[in-house]
């Protein structure tokens, strides 16, 4: 992925949604979810990283992606505009799939790694908050233990490359 994807991801920054997922504070913002399929009431992290697919030129691969994090890493697979792996890289996507109690859910999370260090990821997500959730309020920067597998919270299903 080139620098543009990430410093497009970047100055998206400090966006805040009205809670509930019932709108953006910056009319601008919303408007831009909003083209890229998101509705009021709708988790938008995957929406997030569509919106800056496309921001960033990659149309093509920007109607690959779906709502549901789950469901956009099934998408990518096989798919020839993408590579998919277990390995991270700065400016892949990330995705997440929600355990609880060791089981899947059909829920999940993405983000965008923007750097790494001594194990960690640095990312920036979409519907997330200072606890890491995927029930947010915000675009922000992240730090995440990418290894991490817990019976309750996020496991990282992998990581998505534009080729």
């Known amino acids: 992925m080139n ?19 019932q709108g953006f504070y910056d009319e601008k913002f919303e408007a831009l979810m909003k083209q890229t399929g998101w509705k009021q009431g709708e988790a938008w992290c995957s929406y997030f990283v569509e919106l800056v697919l ?9 109607e690959v992606l779906s709502a549901s994090a789950v469901q956009t890493w099934k998408n990518c697979q096989n798919n020839l505009l993408f590579s998919v792996s277990q390995n991270p890289g700065i400016g892949s996507i990330i995705l997440w799939q929600k355990y609880v109690n060791g089981q899947k859910t059909w829920q ?4 965008i790694v923007v750097g ?14 200072s606890e890491g959730d995927r029930e947010g309020d915000m675009v922000a920067l992240k730090i995440r233990n990418h290894a991490l597998k817990p019976d309750n919270g996020l496991r990282v299903l992998g990581f998505v490359e534009v080729i």
Not at 54 to 60: L, M
């Open 3 to 21: 620098i543009a994807f990430i410093r497009i991801a970047l100055d998206f920054i400090s966006q805040r949604e009205i809670p509930g997922n």
């Open 54 to 62: 496309r921001t960033a030129g990659y149309e093509d691969q920007a």
């Open 108 to 111: 999940g999370h993405a983000g």
């Open 116 to 129: 790494m260090d001594k194990g960690l990821l640095i990312t920036i997500e979409g519907n997330t908050n």
